[in-house]
């Protein structure tokens, strides 16, 4: 071999080498650039085109206080016509704030009549279509009493029912609530148990409207096909969305009733149910219903193995679920007082000792005769917003309604230090 040949050979060698290298570095920085795409994907940032829709959507963000909308169509959504849909128009013409999928509306309702002397009450109901430009709209099932007791039926439902209609006007807050559906790539399990539904009704049109690709398996539990509402939609967009699964699970059927043709599962929701639906995957879990679907829903997640952060629930009215995964150790929350706490209501004169058994402090002043005015009990309406005029109070879990500087919801509430408020 001559020295030309050598040097050849070696020159051959150091370019070899030098191209392994810089494939190397390519595919290293082609992987790096994949996989930010995909997260800014993940992100759905909008496009630059997008400033003009942006500044539209804040200069319509909100509005402070209450705004007077008319009721433009009243529509009742059951068989047994006790669930009703109202659509609502923005007297004033001005644009409307697009909401986040799972919010809700608050009411300020003049149902007192001529025998209560016209009193107001103050009550939440959730959005239940995705957000559009020409209105909102709210679906309301009456509140019945519970069979054989005293209780008269629901105050506001009623008074939907019974009194508003096409052409009346309402006092209305902004849309507000923290339990709202975030857009992302992850697959979601919507589960709506009885009226609960609605919130899931907002979030459903919300995905198919708006990733129209995103898998989502909608759960609707009820007694019996007399409580479905909207149906016929519901299966309209399944047939024309291959990635949405609907679900109707009945607890109690009626005789003409039959599995598979006019359900797909016998009995309430719960884990056993899910786990034979949904493969292994990383859903995110959406749910609203009474407090004891609540309760054992979210708990059986957990102990499945759901990640706290992939379960978002919304109860019916102040309940409060312990979240909390298998095996952990909850601490003490330092804030909450564990001894008995004195509080003063200094309007009513009376001093009070408090203790943890007694619940929140609306709880605790209703049952020692103190008049409290209160709405939805869920730290949504601000119904039962109270001065503090000395002491400090710690929160259950974060309200959605921010009271003013000074003030407390007592709904949501509990004594940390000796109080003195103005009730």
């Known amino acids: 071999m001559t020295s030309l040949t050598l040097l050849l050979w070696i020159a051959l060698g150091l370019a070899l080498q030098l191209a392994i290298y810089l494939a190397i570095g390519f595919v290293r920085h082609w992987r790096e650039y994949r996989f930010l795409r995909r997260r800014l994907r993940g992100l759905e940032l909008p496009p ?3 400033p003009a829709a942006v500044q539209e959507d804040i200069a319509a963000e909100g509005w402070n206080g ?3 909308f008319r009721v433009d169509r009243k529509q009742f959504e059951d068989a047994a016509r006790s669930i009703c849909s109202f659509y609502l128009v923005p007297e004033d013409g001005a644009p409307l704030p697009a909401f986040k999928p799972g919010q809700f509306l608050t009411f300020r309702l003049d149902v007192g009549g001529d025998a209560a002397g016209g009193a107001q009450i103050v009550r939440c109901y959730s959005l239940s279509d995705a957000p559009r430009k020409d209105y909102y709209r709210v679906t309301i099932k009456r509140a019945l009493p519970p069979a054989g007791s005293d209780y008269p039926p629901g105050r506001s439902s009623s008074h939907f029912h019974d009194r508003v209609g096409p052409g009346d006007v309402l006092q209305v807050r902004a849309p507000s609530g923290h339990f709202h559906i975030e857009r992302s790539q992850a697959p979601v399990v ?3 148990g009885g009226i609960g539904i609605t919130p899931m009704l907002s979030m459903l049109n919300w995905c198919v409207a708006e990733q129209p690709e995103r898998e989502v398996w909608y759960f609707h539990g009820v007694r019996n096909g ?10 309209a967009l399944a047939e024309a969305h291959p990635n949405l699964h609907v679900r109707f699970c009945f607890s109690n059927p009626l005789p003409s009733e039959v599995s598979g043709r006019d359900y797909h599962h016998d009995g309430r929701i719960d ?7 949904l493969g292994l995957r990383p859903y995110e879990f959406y749910i ?4 004891p679907m609540m309760e054992s829903l979210v708990s059986a997640l957990e102990d499945w193995g759901v990640p706290d952060s992939r379960i978002h629930y919304e109860a019916f009215g102040p309940a409060s679920i312990r979240r909390r995964q298998a095996g952990d150790v909850q601490p003490a929350d330092p804030d909450v007082s564990t001894a008995s706490v004195m509080v003063t209501f200094s309007r009513s004169g009376k001093q009070l000792s408090w203790s943890p058994p007694d619940g929140s402090l609306l709880d605790f002043a209703e049952a020692n005769g103190i008049d409290v005015n209160a709405g939805c009990r869920a730290g949504a309406c601000g119904s039962c917003e109270t001065a503090i005029c ?3 109070v710690a929160y259950r879990q974060a309200p959605d309604y921010d009271p003013e500087p000074g003030k407390c919801l007592l709904c949501m509430c509990t004594p940390k230090t000796s109080l003195i408020l103005e009730a």
């Open 48 to 50: 630059e085109s997008a």
């Open 288 to 291: 609203c219903g009474p407090t």
């Open 226 to 235: 007399q409580e479905l509402i909207m149906r016929p939609e519901i299966e």
């Open 66 to 68: 209450f705004r007077a």
């Open 390 to 392: 000395a002491g400090e």
């Open 271 to 277: 884990v056993g149910m899910l786990r034979m639906e």
């Open 190 to 192: 919507l589960i709506g």
